[in-house]
């Protein structure tokens, strides 16, 4: 059966999909609040979709509110690089919620 694994080249465009096949943790940092997030690739799959460019932050800073200061890496957990003890967001569960409008009658 031929290997559908994508190879890790670092450099190369990377969707989510492929980093969370690497099992890569993504780390946003905010240059403008310095606030620092890793999360699973493999948990942002679920929630910008696999195509979602690694390199593009999938939202704002939710501290101070910038996108553009947003700065994205990744990184792949490794036998020599284990990454034991970094605390990684992780999704709890998907709420759903109704928007409102007002409408004349
Ligand atoms: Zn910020």
Known sequence: ????????EPGKYYA?????????VVT???RSCR?????????LVKVVGPDHPVAR????CSKCGE???????????T???PMTGLVVRRPVKQVMRWLWKNERI
């Not at 999909?17 to 099992?23: I, Y």
């Not at 606030?35 to 948990?43: F, I």
């Not at 996108?67 to 957990?77: A, H, P």
């Open 28 to 30: 946003i940092k905010c």
């Open 16 to 24: 989510m999909a492929d980093a969370a096949q690497h099992d890569m």
């Open 1 to 8: 059966m031929p290997d559908i694994r994508v190879k890790y």
């Open 79 to 81: 036998a020599h690089k």
């Open 35 to 43: 606030k620092t997030v890793h999360y699973w690739a493999s948990d």
């Open 57 to 60: 932050p999938p939202w704002r």
């Open 67 to 77: 996108i553009e200061f947003l700065q994205v890496s990744r990184e792949m957990r």
